[in-house]
């Protein structure tokens, strides 16, 4: 179980290792998303071995097209 705070909102998580099972359970595109970790960008490459731990703060912004 972690607490992490997503997109300004504290949570508590189950069964989460890393930014790529966050983006599963939240049900986001890692195709279709940046996010900033720890006030830190991580690059698409890294989301499955980026570990996540309890205070952590994660900010994910979906991009969206259309016209």
Known sequence: MLTLTVNGKTRTYHNLASLSDLLQQLQFDPE??????NGTIVTRDRFATTALHTGDRVEIVQFVGGG
């Open 32 to 37: 279709r998303v940046a996010i900033e970790y």
